[in-house]
Every structure is written in C-alpha cells, then in structure tokens.
C-alpha cells in the first residue's frame, strides 16, 4: 500500500510539470479553447463570409441542416474534402458543428481542417447543431 | 529479492546431497528454477513495456488523451484533462518499477486497477451505445474495434495476474 502511494505521489511531480507547459495549449474549461470556438450569433453576424461545415454522419445531414451548409464527415473524409475545398475560398471563416454540446465530430473535423487542409480560421459552433436549432425555430 | 537468495544458497545445499542420484535431481530442479524465473522476468519485461509504451504515447499527446476520456462521458472536462497529465507518468513510473523490481508490488497493484478501471469503462461505453476511440495507445489505437481493446486489455490482465502469482509463489516480499 505504502508502495503504491509513493508511486501515485511520484507521477504527480512530472504530470504537474506537464499541466504547467501545456497551460496555453489546453483549457481545462472546455474542450475547444475559446480562441477556437464560436456561438450562434457570432456566427451568423459573419454572413456570406462563414461557409458552414456540417460535421454530421450522412443521415443526419439528409435530415436537416444549416441552409447552405457543405457535408464533411469523418466517415468519407478523402471524398468530401474535395467537394469542400472547391466551395472554399482563403479568407473566409469556417464554422464546424455537429449534433450537440458533447459531440466530438466538429472539433476532430477543424482539427484535420487545420492540419491536413492548413486552414487557420475554422471554429467549433457552440452547442452545435442543437444550439442552432434553438435560435432559429 | 528471495529469488536470488535461493540461488546463491543452492551451491551449499547441493554439497549435503549425499548420492549423485539426489544432486541430479536437485539440478534438474534448479534448472526448471531458473527457465520460471527467466520466463517471469520475460513477462515483467513485456507487461512493463506495454505500459510504457502506452504512457509515453499518451504522454506526448495530452489533449488528445483528454479528448478520449472525455468521449467517455463519465467525467466533467476539468477532470478528464487533469488525468490526461497524471495517468500516462503513473503507467510509466509503474512499468519502470517492474524492470527495476523496486516498488514492485505497488507497481503490480496499481496497473491491475487501472487495467480492470479501463476494461470496465470500455465495456460500460460499449453497452451504452457509445462509439468512442479508446486512446489506449495514443493514436495507434484510434481505429481499434471493440473486441481488439477487449482482447488487449484482458491479455495484459493476465500477465498481471500471472505475475500476481510468481509474487504469491515466491512466498516473500518480492522487492
């Protein structure tokens, strides 16, 4: 036992130390660092200079979505990346969302947009499509 | 370590055999003492080495670490990124202390409860119809089925357990 809380103690020295170094590179907030992130009418006060990412699986997209928003999914990633970066053009801001607060699609789609497509103004909707909804029933 | 004091005895008590037939037997045994004793040391290598591995992984990716708890859905954020920059240095230290066989028994009870903690909460994600990527082992792991994290997890569950049994076996302070 008494082993077992020396290790426990000991991991804590370097884990520390890491929280520390990592302090501007993660918010122990929220998942998305605000930097990266962005609400409804912040969203929607960019107007024609957002394009809309819905982050979705197909059938949900089907079902509804933003108006005019372009489907990239992880599921068929290498097809619609293609589509997408047609209707793109450098300078305007890409808004990312998926079903809700929780869901984690939105932010792993910005963040192969920003590593695999070196896209730098691309943010997570807060709340996602959930919160959309809300504001636009 | 009681391992290496029953060897360094054993040349002594090989001299009180008094008929070769008993000194043979006592060298065959000997011998089927040293191939367990190299074979559990081959398991505390691997079983170390998997931690290791998986710790150093995670440890170079904590936000993506923090992501894959989070996917869980059982801890606030806050939480999920603070054990995303303690649990990788706690598997690393543990390992360390296999190779080393200092600490051992600590070693050996805290990665049987992280062990059985993660399986139990893979399995739990799984029956609540959540599709998550386990994180395990960092971003080698992210396409990894269901069964193949269950798989892996039971087989580091038993060579936790087997080595369990050499500590049980040795009768004494493994460390």
């Known amino acids: 036992m008494r082993q077992a809380l020396f290790l426990v103690a000991l991991a804590l020295i370097p884990g520390l130390g890491q929280a520390i170094y990592f302090r501007e590179k993660i918010s122990w907030r929220s998942p998305i660092l605000p930097s990266e992130s962005v609400n409804v009418d912040q969203a929607r006060a960019w107007g024609e200079n957002a394009i809309w990412v819905d982050a979705r699986p197909d059938d949900e997209f089907a079902r509804d979505h933003v108006p005019g928003a372009l489907l990239l999914n992880e599921d068929r990633w290498n097809e619609l990346l293609p589509q997408f970066l047609a209707g793109w053009s450098p300078g305007k801001k890409i808004v990312v969302y998926c079903s809700a607060e929780r869901c984690d699609l939105a932010r792993e789609v910005a963040e192969r947009l920003r590593k695999e497509a070196q896209i730098s103004d691309v943010f997570v909707l807060e709340g996602g499509w959930e919160a959309w909804l809300q504001k636009n029933r | ?175």
């Open chain 2, 1 to 175: 370590m009681a391992s290496e004091e029953q060897m360094k005895q054993a040349p002594n008590i090989e001299h009180r055999f008094e008929s070769p037939g008993n000194a043979a037997l006592f060298s065959v045994r000997r011998s089927a003492f040293d191939v367990w004793h190299l074979l559990w040391r081959i398991l505390d290598f691997i079983v170390a080495a998997i931690f290791i591995y998986a710790g150093v992984l995670k440890m170079l990716e904590p936000a993506q670490f923090a992501h894959d708890i989070n996917n869980y859905r059982v801890l606030p954020w806050t939480l999920s990124v603070a054990l995303a920059f303690y649990l990788p240095w706690l598997e690393i230290f543990c390992g360390l202390a296999l190779i080393v066989r200092y600490f051992y028994r600590g070693a050996l009870s805290l990665l049987t409860v992280l062990i059985v903690a993660f399986t139990l909460t893979t399995a739990a994600a799984k029956v609540r119809g959540l599709d998550i990527t386990c994180g395990c082992f960092g971003h080698v792991s992210q396409h990894w089925s269901f069964p193949a994290h269950l798989a892996t997890n039971l087989a580091i569950l038993a060579g936790l357990i087997v080595l369990w049994f050499k500590v049980a076996a040795m009768g004494k302070r493994a460390d």
